[in-house]
């Protein structure tokens, strides 16, 4: 007797195992008559060898239900072609559904084909390439308001189908990381646009759906972003243990790349607090990381990391930590490797070299770098975290001596671009 392939490819894209498809039937079974069903894995691997063509009609109902079509769209033959329901199909049905005694009200609110969605690896996909649009945006323009409602749009469709729609197991964790993944962005967003408030409202839902998809890597970005917010409230005591924590995350154990990523920023706040020779230690375990990674799938959101971005963090570390020249140096590795849809990346490597510049008293050099950001970050609005950048720049451009031209022109530019910004 031939196979059921359509049952089968149903079972496939929704990633339902057959011990899972017997739970789920009998559960169906147990809402709208009150007594679980009998279904298990060999009843379904009977459906799927074709050994049993037609099931009985509350395991049909509950099936209609589980992948929201008919069972003829399932593979199933009805007897006798298209008979209609025996008598004695008739009577079972109205026996289970209607005259079920306690659960008799229940039976009335469920109807036998249910109306919710089913959800499968298609949605996942369709979802997931609305995500990677909205990662593309932010590689462009940088965090904004409209980036961040987009991605609290997208996270709402995703808890609107968990809420309304079924799943399997594996698909609802996929879900969850979706929604937490969407939040992450939003999180994001508001980070660098310097809305810190909201930054941890975002971030909070992020951390808790992170939690709920089982999703390590989620969980690494939630450190990752924890300590980057840390880092903006200027609380980076904080910030160190939220770079330890992401080292702690077994994918970063797994995954030389997120662990270089994880001692980087680690290194940034190490040097705020001034402790260089914990930050040149992190750093060079970063580096060291770095050249122990290889090409593997990894999620997109990391893609802005590598050795450009680790270059133009080593540059942030440097300049901090007094060593300017070093720190000129690596902004300018930084900016040979950076890809150019990194727009933003580019303008922040930029600045930090004009900060390198500056602090070895080259004022013009470093004020005609800075003016590149303009040119950079054209017909974009400038990012709340790259205008607090320039703004650091300009304020301490001022408090050189003297008046030279170079910083006089440079301010007349800053004022004019950022009235336009």
Sequence with gaps: ????????????????TQVELAHRVNDHIETVSGRYGTCCERTVRDWLTGKTRWPHVKQRAALEAVFGCKA????????????????AEEQVQRRTFITSGPTAAIAAAVPVFSTRTTIGASDVLRLREDLEALRALDNRRGG????????????GRVLDLQQNGSASERVRCRMFGLAAEFNGVAAWSCIDARELDRAQQHLDTFMRLAGLAKDPDAQFRVWNLVAMLAHQRHEYTEAVAAGKAAQAVGITRRDPMLSSLAHARTAIEQAHLNDRQAALRSIGLASDAMGRAREMPRPSWIAFYGPAELHALTAVIRDR????????????????LLPDQFRRNRALATVSLAFAQLHQGDVELATSTAGRVFTLMSGAPIPGRLRTRLGDFHRELLTLPGNAPAAREWADQFRTEWSRS
């Design 1 to 16: 007797m031939p196979g059921n392939a359509a049952l089968r490819r149903r079972m496939l894209e929704l990633e339902i």
């Design 72 to 87: 003829e769209a399932l593979g199933f033959v009805r007897r006798g072609a298209a008979c209609p329901a025996s008598p």
């Design 144 to 155: 904004h308001a409209e980036l961040e409602r987009a991605a609290l749009m997208g996270a």
């Design 321 to 336: 930590l007094g060593d300017a020249e070093a720190a000129e140096a690596a902004s300018h590795q930084a900016l040979a």
